[in-house]
């Protein structure tokens, strides 16, 4: 009787799929396999007819692909109790359905990988992506046994042309989670069972088990970057999967310096801050306020602070994951900068606080830090420049910190860290670092240019001194002190000519560079008084005479970026800008700014002829 009810399962179930037509065979060996599999590891017997049974539904399905594609609905489903009374009409579906689907599936995987693991992986996944949706997503039953057999196959994979696997096992969870964010301990379901996944892989002690626990860090992150009930579950208890990562990432000394340089890198997608992933205020609060990441950072970039001292024999950066502590730490004030312009950020004063010494330490870190590379010295630059934005912007605002101006004005006094990050002599063959420290001085002056649009598309959505708000961006004093910084680290020389020196590089990398400065600086009007009083007389010229000279940029980027200085003057300072420029001269830049990036400005015949 208990085979007949799952033979009339079965056979309303996979009559419904059009691209199936069951024979009484087909359902009869469906059923058998399904009742071989509880002793099929101890009974020779149960083993010969799980096989029989398997060839059969192979035949009769068109190979492993069919085999697939009918047990994958059917896993989705709810397990039905074998007491459960049977009604073919408000009931359709199979007996073998949920965890008993699966557990077929799992069988088969097991048994015969090279046939059925990557077509598991595949169709799962696609199955996940194509059909779950928030509506659909209810409806669908998502076991513990699910979560597990889709997270084994994360780790399964052990060679190069197996990575597909994992790739697909990792899509397909990620759906799960992105398309069940009603379900609120998904999340935390699927950590607990890769924690103990985790746990299994560092008891193995293998090199082999470096790629998989990495594999397992990479989803995890991806989880987290959903949304705030995401990482939450990941920050869950004493011992969450989060702990198992800041473990391999900050542990000193290493015996697998690339493995934990990889978690680093792990840690750093945190900080992504983009139209997919927006910055949630959980994931920043975990960046801007975790003891257990600031002190195990700053053990890497050879400092400490009043609560962790570091042993005099660790006092040097380590020289392997030094530079990556060094771009995390960067990263995670990039967060706190972001977070402070942001408008619906909703960071606790406790957090402020821990960031705020978090800058100081950051401090002590660049001072030690001596950059020899090109990839040393981009990472200088960003480290140097998040630094002091950071500190710009929490001095400058109307609630200012103390701590934050003091550690501004070491910096003013401090000429070496200066001018190893402003100086363009060290440079001068290096275009790309050129174009990295003049971005970064840029974004440290308008912190919104951090943001991935900055763009000013018109008059309707214009960017103008009253839509930015004074109190997260650094006051003039400060964008005085970085110009005359610039100059001083330069030999004096004027700190306008040197931009427009750059402006006018045969580098593009250069250019673009110094010309998200000048946009900067045409952003307030303190910064274009100041260009606009440079007339030069040197071989950069004045800033007026290089802006209309079109011909100077041939390159569409190009075109472009000069194009937004022009939206910078024009929209940002509106109310004196026609006070400060002539007639023929404003009157040029409006009708560029009508036409667009592509204006050039035209020729009369008769000069054109001559």
């Known amino acids: 009787q208990a085979l007949l009810s799952e033979f009339n399962r079965i056979y309303h179930h996979l009559m419904k799929m059009e691209t199936l037509s069951l024979d009484y065979d087909t359902e009869t060996a469906f059923a058998s396999l399904f009742s071989a599999l509880a002793s099929v590891k101890t009974s020779a017997d149960a083993a010969a007819t799980a096989e029989s049974s398997r060839k059969l539904i192979e035949s009769k399905l068109g190979g492993p692909a069919g085999v697939v594609g009918a047990l994958i609905p059917l896993v989705w489903l709810e397990t039905k109790s074998p007491h459960e009374e049977i009604n073919s009409e408000t009931s359709p579906s199979s007996a073998v359905q949920g965890d008993d689907a699966l557990a077929i599936l799992t069988y088969l995987v097991e048994t015969h990988p090279s046939f059925y693991m990557s077509a598991t992986a595949q169709a799962v996944r696609h199955d996940a992506e194509a059909h779950l949706n928030e509506q659909s997503s209810k409806n669908r039953n998502i076991t513990d046994a699910l979560l597990t057999s889709m997270a084994k196959l994360i780790i399964?994979?052990?060679?190069?042309?197996?990575?597909?696997?994992?790739?697909?096992?990792?899509?397909?969870?990620?759906?799960?989670?992105?398309?069940?964010?009603?379900?609120?301990?998904?999340?935390?379901?699927?950590?607990?069972?890769?924690?103990?996944?985790?746990?299994?892989?560092?008891?193995?002690?293998?090199?082999?088990?470096?790629?998989?626990?990495m594999r397992i860090a990479d989803l995890m992150i991806d989880v987290c970057l959903l949304g705030d009930n995401e990482i939450e579950a990941a920050l869950h208890g004493p011992q969450c999967i989060m702990v198992k990562l800041l473990q391999l990432a900050l542990d000193y000394p290493n015996n697998d310096p690339l493995l934990q340089m990889s978690a680093l890198d792990q840690i750093e997608r945190l900080a992504v801050n983009d139209s997919k992933y927006p910055m949630s205020t959980k994931r920043a609060e975990f960046l801007l306020s975790s003891d257990v990441l600031r002190k195990g950072l700053f053990v890497l970039v050879g400092v400490g602070d009043e609560e962790f001292k570091v042993e005099e024999e660790n006092q040097e950066m380590d020289p392997i994951n030094g530079g990556a502590a060094l771009r995390l730490l960067t990263a995670i004030c990039r967060v706190g900068v972001l977070s402070m312009i942001s408008?619906?950020?909703?960071?606790?004063?406790?957090?402020?606080?821990?960031?705020?010494?978090?800058?100081?330490?950051?401090?002590?870190?660049?001072?030690?830090?001596?950059?020899?590379?090109?990839?040393?010295?981009?990472?200088?630059?960003?480290?140097?420049?998040?630094?002091?934005?950071?500190?710009?912007?929490?001095?400058?605002?109307?609630?200012?910190?103390?701590l934050a101006k003091d550690i501004l004005n070491s910096m003013w006094e401090d000429t070496t860290v200066l001018h190893e990050w402003l100086s363009l002599h060290s440079r001068v063959s290096q275009p790309k670092l050129k174009s990295a420290f003049l971005s970064s001085l840029s974004q440290v002056m308008e912190p919104i240019m951090w943001s991935d649009d900055v763009s000013i598309p018109g008059p309707?959505?214009?960017?103008?001194?009253?839509?930015?708000?004074?109190?997260?961006?650094?006051?003039?004093?400060?964008?005085?002190?970085?110009?005359?910084?610039?100059?001083?680290?330069?030999?004096?020389?004027?700190?306008?000519?040197?931009?427009?020196?750059?402006?006018?590089?045969?580098?593009?990398?250069?250019?673009?560079?110094?010309?998200?400065?000048?946009?900067?600086?045409?952003?307030?009007?303190?910064?274009?008084?100041?260009?606009?009083?440079?007339?030069?007389?040197?071989?950069?010229?004045?800033?007026?005479?290089?802006?209309?000279?079109?011909?100077?940029?041939?390159?569409?980027?190009?075109?472009?970026?000069?194009?937004?200085?022009?939206?910078?003057?024009?929209?940002?300072?509106?109310?004196?800008?026609?006070?400060?420029?002539?007639?023929?001269?404003?009157?040029?830049?409006?009708?560029?700014?009508?036409?667009?990036?592509?204006?050039?400005?035209?020729?009369?015949?008769?000069?054109?002829?001559?």
Not at 169 to 190: G, I, M, P, T, V
Not at 367 to 392: D, M, Q, T, W
């Open 156 to 213: 399964a994979p052990n060679s190069e042309s197996e990575v597909g696997i994992s790739t697909d096992a990792h899509a397909a969870l990620l759906s799960l989670c992105k398309y069940n964010s009603h379900e609120k301990d998904l999340a935390k379901r699927l950590f607990d069972i890769l924690i103990c996944l985790w746990d299994y892989l560092q008891r193995q002690q293998q090199r082999e088990s470096s790629t998989a626990q």
């Open 343 to 402: 408008q619906s950020s909703q960071i606790s004063e406790e957090t402020w606080k821990k960031f705020e010494t978090l800058l100081q330490m950051f401090q002590r870190a660049i001072r030690n830090f001596h950059p020899k590379g090109e990839l040393e010295r981009l990472s200088y630059i960003h480290a140097a420049s998040s630094l002091v934005a950071s500190c710009s912007i929490v001095a400058s605002s109307t609630e200012s910190s103390t």
């Open 460 to 610: 309707a959505n214009s960017t103008s001194v009253s839509n930015i708000n004074p109190c997260t961006r650094p006051n003039d004093a400060i964008v005085m002190q970085l110009y005359q910084a610039l100059s001083d680290a330069n030999n004096g020389r004027d700190s306008t000519e040197l931009i427009l020196v750059s402006a006018k590089s045969p580098f593009v990398e250069e250019r673009l560079g110094a010309y998200s400065l000048l946009q900067a600086l045409a952003m307030r009007g303190l910064g274009l008084r100041l260009l606009l009083l440079h007339e030069g007389g040197g071989a950069s010229g004045g800033f007026l005479e290089w802006l209309l000279m079109h011909e100077l940029e041939t390159t569409i980027e190009g075109k472009q970026a000069k194009y937004k200085i022009v939206e910078s003057m024009l929209l940002c300072n509106k109310e004196f800008i026609r006070g400060i420029v002539s007639d023929k001269v404003y009157n040029e830049l409006e009708l560029w700014l009508r036409r667009g990036p592509t204006y050039v400005r035209s020729v009369p015949w008769e000069m054109a002829t001559e």
